[in-house]
């Protein structure tokens, strides 16, 4: 088995958590990978990679809208790429512990989307972004990882845990400080980063106080995914019966004329469902 054979079944038998971390990482190693080629080859791919950030131009949005998706899954530096998967990691095993895994995705999803909202709203309408408007761009995985965080410390507050040279915390001091330092940070750069991740822990608050009042704000969201899953094993079922129907017709051959009667393809189908019996 190859290495990328390895990979691919790796990423299929991991948890929803897992699968975003390696989607993140397999992003950031692909753009990379293409930034060293285009500058070994003198050739420009930067504004086919750009079309993947969000930009908070109107204009250039309507061009791009699949960017309120794409952009929380791209990250230029190892840095920034580190810090929200480490974030991510911790968040989201204690996210798990007490939530399903379409709800997890569905928070990553929809915290990311009004993260993206809160910033293209801000730089359209508040008087200080009004000249960086036209240049402005989010991305990065920062304002889905506040939305799961700030969701599952909603829901467990009092939950303490370990922090080095502090001490135990309560998880909820913990997510307040980090929002905290990205309201006073809006003044000192990357406003649309930290205003990003407040639009994210709004939605996670918010989906977090919905959820115990028994309200499920995205379950449209994973209905979707449900709808998608059932295709998906329809039609495994439709191929599974089409085999069996073929393997049926085989062995109705080989009861009639023997096994020698049986051309390549018939002999190769059988021995490949007599693999997938063992």
Known sequence: MTIIHKLINEFKNA?????????????????????????LFILDVGPSLEKLILPSNTSTLIKQPWSIISYMFFHKTFIHLLFNMIWLHFAGKLFLDYFNEKQFFSTYILGGICGGILFILSFNYLPAFEIANQNAKAMGASASV???????STHIPNYRIQIPFIGMIKIKY?????????????????????????GGAL????????????IDISKN???????????NIFKKQNKTKKNQTKIDTILEKISKSGYSSLNKQEKEILFNASKENK
Request: proline share 1%; aromatic share 12%; net charge positive.
């Open 15 to 39: 948890n929803i958590l897992y699968k975003l971390i390696y989607l993140n990482v397999g992003i950031f190693l692909l753009y990379n990978i293409l930034s060293v080629i285009s500058s």
């Open 146 to 152: 506040l939305a799961i965080m700030f969701a599952i």
């Open 174 to 198: 913990l997510a307040l400080s980090l929002i905290i330092l990205d309201v006073i940070s809006i003044p000192k750069g990357n406003a649309g980063g930290h205003i990003a991740h407040i």
């Open 203 to 214: 939605f996670g608050y918010i989906y977090a106080k919905q959820l115990n009042k028994g």
């Open 221 to 231: 969201l994973y209905q979707l995914i449900n709808i998608v899953s059932l295709k």
